[in-house]
């Protein structure tokens, strides 16, 4: 369980996180969603206790997490996998770790396998592991203290596709058993297929949140004409409904599918495509939020949105 | 890279046993995990060697060269104990500073937020280290005696009092170097500081005639190298104690203030 009312962290009179109030149930997987710099790891820190806030306060199983006596076995943190002293090998890395909260060290060689780290990997020094190493360090670091509470900041960062998928039945599987998961991430498609929900969070603010399904339910309709694009904007724009143009071609329009199809049958327009716009609109709305830009369609066309519309 | 299951096949801990998870890391627990990080890097690991290396050599020179007078256990021990105090303030200072420079602090201070016990944990961890590289430095040099023992009398002779003294001055240089670590929170720095900062205090109080006597009651290399020579009388002790004033107590202060206010990054 972790809750979080109106934390709010101002540095050098600008407010990087303000007023973000949000609630962590257990048995969930909660999707920490923002660009760069939008205050997730700010207020990942302050959940922790490494940085005081300026207003509001944060607990962790109903508690401020700096009065947990022994907190590395309640809740196990990544917030820097690049955080690890670069001279000490992987595994007495972990065995400081579970020394300090008093976990059996005996465990760090299961617990090195359980991450994917290699027996060599484990006896190199981690200056020379590799970022995905790293996190997978950093993995094996929040989970020896067999935490209740996982709080993990840019967790997926330089993992390959199959670390991605793998970190992801992790999480879904703590998750399972009782414990609570937040985990932060810059990039939608890492979180979105693992969290039951999703806060969205944009210069400091938390601007959406819910589960995926209640986030896209007013995203809108992707709709796409077989052949005459501009027939297709006036229908819309006769039937009264708003459209804005898709990088990929097509419309986004704030309305139901099937008002869209009426329209376009009124104009004896032929369609090509025509649907709830799912993850496009997911990332649609992703990008309307935390840029606070409502044409950022126009921006250049990111890889991701390309992909997810195929 | 092998992919290992992402299957955990213990439950989540019964939420009963909590009574036991709950405690809080002993000072004892957390000094023996600090003493541990001491040695356990690469830096932490040469550096620690390299003091031994370096007692050893000061003993062996210091017994098979020079006149006879100078072969006894006093002298060696005095001589070894001199080299500590060329190190063991480094490893005090990298033993806090690491953990900023190394970011390992964010860590530290996530497994322990109370961060006053992290640095109570570094400062006794400091003790126990200074006090065993004294027993190791009085075994070396009682080593060095019977290899090339002076032959005249008190070759042996090293009274309780002064053997005490010895083991204090090793303690003090070790802090110095932890409160030193603390205050300045960078490697580089806090290192060239603990040389230089003595030095230069020395220097300029001896340059000017009227600071003579401050000298007395602050100089590092006046009142507490006396530890080392012979039994103190109380006005000495006191100098000892105005002198840790200025170069342990303060910097502690300092370093406690930074560590326990700042943000961890």
């Not at chain 1, 020896?144 to 509470?149: L, Q, T, W």
């Not at chain 1, 008002?259 to 709830?276: I, K, N, S, T, Y």
């Not at chain 1, 126009?298 to 890889?303: A, G």
């Not at chain 2, 590289?133 to 008190?154: H, Q």
Request: aromatic share 4%; glycine share 10%.
């Amino acid at each position: 369980m972790i809750e979080s009312t109106g934390l709010t962290k101002r540095l050098g009179g600008r407010s990087v996180v303000s007023d973000v109030t949000f609630r962590c149930a257990p048995g969930t997987v909660t999707g920490f969603l923002g660009p760069n710099g939008a205050g997730k790891t700010t207020t990942m820190r302050m959940l922790c206790g490494l940085s005081d806030p300026d207003a509001g306060h944060a607990e962790i199983l109903g508690a401020s997490y700096r009065s947990l006596p022994n907190p590395g076995r309640r809740v196990g943190i990544l917030l820097d996998a690049a955080a690890q002293h670069g001279g000490r090998r992987g595994q007495e890395a972990l065995t400081i770790s579970a020394l300090t909260m008093g976990a059996d060290p005996a465990r760090v060689p299961e617990l090195l396998d359980r991450v994917g780290l290699e027996r060599r990997a484990a006896r190199q020094r981690v200056k020379q592991y590799s970022l995905g190493m790293r996190q997978r360090l950093g993995i094996a670091n929040a989970l020896i203290g067999d935490p209740e509470v996982l709080i993990l900041d840019e967790p997926a960062n330089g993992l390959d596709p199959e670390g991605m998928r793998w970190m992801r039945g992790l999480l879904r599987d703590f998750a399972e058993r009782g414990g609570t998961v937040l985990l932060s991430s810059h990039l939608l498609h890492e979180v979105e297929a693992v969290a039951d929900q999703l806060l969205i969070i944009g210069n400091g603010k938390i601007v959406a949140a819910g589960t995926r399904d209640e986030l896209l339910a007013d995203a809108g309709t992707l709709v796409r004409a077989a052949d005459d694009d501009t027939a297709l904007l006036a229908a819309l724009d006769v039937a009264g409904l708003g459209a804005r143009a898709h990088p990929d071609g097509g419309f986004m329009v704030d309305a139901e599918p099937e008002e869209v199809g009426r329209a376009a049958q009124a104009g004896g327009v032929a369609l090509g495509r025509l649907g709830p716009s799912e993850s496009a609109g997911l990332e649609q709305l992703f990008f309307d939020l935390t840029s606070g830009a409502p044409d950022a369609l126009d921006e250049p066309r990111s890889p991701d949105l390309q992909e997810s519309l195929r | 890279m092998s992919t290992a299951t992402a299957r955990f096949d213990d439950p989540l801990s019964p939420r009963t046993a909590h009574r036991a998870r709950d405690q809080r890391p002993s000072l004892a627990r957390l000094t023996r995990v600090e003493l541990r990080k001491m040695h356990d890097t690469r830096a932490g690991f040469w550096l620690l060697l390299s003091g031994l290396l370096l007692t050893v050599a000061v003993v062996v020179i210091v017994a098979l060269t020079g006149h006879a007078s100078d072969h006894t256990l006093s002298n060696l021990l005095n001589n070894s104990v001199q080299a500590l105090n060329v190190l063991l303030p480094v490893v005090g200072i990298l033993l806090v500073t690491s953990e900023w420079s190394q970011r390992t602090a964010l860590l530290t201070f996530t497994l322990v937020p109370q961060r006053g016990r992290v640095l109570a944990a570094k400062v006794s961890a400091s003790v126990v280290l200074a006090v065993v590289a004294f027993v190791a430095a009085l075994a070396l040099s009682a080593a060095g005696t019977a290899l090339n023992p002076s032959g005249l009398e008190g070759t042996w002779s090293v009274s309780a009092g002064v053997l005490a003294q010895t083991a204090v001055f090793t303690v003090i240089s070790m802090l110095i170097g932890v409160a030193l670590g603390s205050a300045i929170l960078v490697s580089a720095p806090a290192i060239v500081a603990s040389f230089v900062l003595p030095l230069a205090f020395s220097a300029v109080t001896h340059l000017i005639g009227g600071l003579d006597g401050v000298a007395n009651w602050l100089d590092q290399g006046e009142s507490l190298t006396a530890l080392t020579d012979h039994a103190l009388s109380a006005n000495e002790w006191a100098r000892v104690g105005t002198t840790l004033l200025l170069w342990l107590v303060l910097p502690l202060a300092i370093g406690a203030w930074r560590v326990l206010r700042g943000e961890i990054r």
